[in-house]
């Protein structure tokens, strides 16, 4: 596997890591006795808003995507199809914040909602990552040159571009706070307080 294809998957495992925790606890949310915290919910949702957006996407659409389109001209409907579900991704997002909100005003009563909005978010968002690695990739393998490949790395790594390097940092510490907030076994916080 090369190194771009690498750090692709590296980054789909991070926001793998985090949909299951933010599955996980959703559905422990909806358990009437127990007493969430919120905090753990935004900095999550927040991490799979601003990852994706910020430094995730840009990776394939402006490198991986745009030179696969040039080289194989037959690729551009899934390219371009992938581009769409990054777009209706970030709608979806906006459609969970609402239903995370709701809950936090509304109580337990608006907790199935929210479970539902994390399930269908998670559902999408693992579809896209499987097609990108099952569809896209194998594409790219055969069709890139290794100058082309040379070229993506090079963008990738970011070397001369410090603000994406702290960027970088700046996920990498918010990724160790959704760690530090969630509860065990998601995480290393204490379990939520249940009423009893
Ligand atoms: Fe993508
Ligand atoms: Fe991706």
Redesign the pocket.
Known sequence: MNKAIRI?HDEHRSISAVLSGLKELALAARDPKVQPEFAVFHAMIHYIDEF?ERL??PK??NFL?ARLAERAPETRPLVEE??A??VL?AKLVRDLESALLAFEVNGVRDAAAFDAAVNAYAKFHWE??R??EKQLMPLAERHLTEADWRWIEGAFAGNEDPIADLRERDFADLFRRIVGLAPAPVGVADRWRRSP
Request: overall charge negative; aromatic content about 6%.
């Open positions: 692709i994706p995730h996407h394939e659409d995507f992938l581009r579900e990054h991704g896209h990552m097609k990108e």
